[in-house]
């Protein structure tokens, strides 16, 4: 009998696969643990199969990546040029840097071998031979455990040469970034692997998998969506896809902070779980006399969504239907039609006791602080925005600058290299648009002739000493 410790056993709507051995009483790390389970029994079963066929369990599953995207993971993997003759790379992205989400940690603290499982059966799968797990900076607990498992991994011959007696061979190793948002975008990690500052390329022509990691083909994939390759293969891709919805199959871990009264992780069927049923039924509800005033659903960048919206979404034959917040499904298609994305699964709940000039100006110091700079709509843009939140919170700005706010963050939208532009522009532009009155609120007419910043102040001093 599995048992959880106090606080983290699953609730009745979970469905864990992932998380199964996650926060599990008598479970470790260790290679040996892992084993007892049934470890490392899928890297056998997945030896014996014709790579080409595992591709194609992945296709069939429909597993969509849970990093942030949620591109079809088969579908990718195809991608590298069939008359390849360069090596091919896999990564597992585990910066994990999108606020709201912590779901990889969890699998880098507590289950390594069911990632280093995955990664090798995927290697396989894909053809290649060098696989790298990038590890964020403050991750340092994660980067030594993982390490570790994946020294216990080659002594036992599941990494390294000739594994398993298979005839294949990889080698897993394990990077650490410097910590940097803009890792978590899959070229921008790969500039970092290879030592430089980590400026996303232009894509195209730089898409991984025909221009990666030194110019080669290279798979990128998420901790978590690579954990799902190992369960793709026990259960196999048509069984895989009956979990879930159709288009939105399998199981995704959400991560819920904020206003409720139980965050934490929770493990669901893709689209089987409504906003309600999340908030109230697994999360406990809003606390103590407070309501619930909006949900940034997949992690800081995704758009905010007010808790009495509801939505004009179209059905596949053409025709609309009204759908209220609380009765979205959380799934990608769904959340995309209501103007947001699922993202990474972080969910992150407010309360009427927010004031969202302050959430503003939260997001927008975040972004601020980490763009690379590369493009000059996001580095500017990012700052400027800041700013002028940083006035509105602090009671100084006018009417005027919402307006102003609103114009900088449409023309950073779309105008950058990498999504990292979307990722600062969208939370305003959402919040603007949904909370536009309140954010009024916060200003003051007389502010409009004020010198309000060191900008401002060393213009006037410029102009009084040249008069």
Not at 185 to 194: A, P
């Amino acid at each position: 009998m599995i048992t959880y410790l106090p606080g983290k056993e699953p609730r009745a709507c979970e469905h864990r696969l992932i998380f199964k051995n996650i926060d599990r009483v008598g479970y470790d790390p260790s290679i040996e643990c892992y084993l007892r389970n049934g470890g490392y029994e899928q890297l056998k079963k997945a030896l014996g199969m014709v790579p080409k066929d595992i591709t194609e369990e992945v296709k069939k599953s429909g597993l969509r990546g849970r990093g942030g995207a949620g591109f079809p993971t088969g579908m990718k993997w195809t991608f590298i040029p069939p008359n390849n003759t360069k090596p091919v790379y896999l990564i597992c992205n585990g910066d994990e840097s999108e606020p709201g989400t912590f779901k990889d940690r969890y699998i880098l603290h507590q289950d390594p071998h069911q990632l280093i499982e995955g990664m090798v059966i995927s290697a396989f799968a894909v053809g290649a031979h060098v696989a790298y797990i990038y590890i964020r900076e403050e991750f340092p607990f994660a980067a030594q455990t993982v390490e570790h498992a994946i020294a216990e991994a080659k002594a036992r011959n599941f990494v390294g040469k000739n594994v398993l007696g298979s005839g294949f061979d990889v080698e897993i190793f394990v990077h650490r970034g410097a910590g940097a948002y803009i890792c978590g975008e899959e070229t921008g990690l790969i500039e970092s692997l290879e030592g430089k500052r980590p400026y996303p390329r232009i894509k195209p022509p730089y898409f991984p998998a025909a221009l990666g990691l030194y110019m080669c083909p290279t798979i990128v994939n998420n901790v978590e969506s690579l954990c799902h390759v190992k369960h793709i293969i026990e259960m196999g891709g048509d069984e895989y896809a009956k979990l879930g919805v159709a288009r939105n199959t399998g199981t995704r871990i959400l991560c819920v902070s904020g206003d409720v009264k139980k965050p934490g992780y929770f493990e669901v069927q893709v689209g089987k779980l409504t906003m309600r049923e999340l908030l109230y039924d697994v999360c406990g509800g809003p606390k103590d006399g407070r309501s619930f005033k909006a949900v940034i659903p997949g992690g800081s960048s995704s758009k905010i969504l007010r808790c009495d919206e509801v939505f004009k979404i179209k059905n596949p034959d053409g025709t609309s239907r009204d759908l209220a917040f609380w009765d979205i499904p959380m799934d990608f298609d769904s959340l995309a039609a209501c103007g947001s994305m699922a993202g990474s699964g972080g969910v992150i709940v407010l309360d009427d006791s927010r004031k969202m000039s302050w959430v503003l100006n939260n997001l927008n110091a975040f972004y601020a602080h980490e763009s690379c700079g590369q493009c000059t709509p996001c580095r500017e843009g990012s700052t400027w925005m800041k700013k002028i939140s940083d006035r509105l919170v602090e009671g100084l700005a006018s009417p005027e600058d919402i307006a102003t706010l609103e114009s900088v963050a449409y023309q950073i939208d779309g105008r950058t290299i990498c999504a990292f532009g979307e990722a600062s522009s969208w939370p305003v532009e959402a919040i603007i648009a949904k909370f536009r009155d309140e954010l009024l609120a916060d200003t003051k007419t007389e502010n409009a002739n004020k010198a309000l910043n060191p900008e401002a102040l060393a213009q006037q001093r410029f102009l009084q000493t040249t008069h």
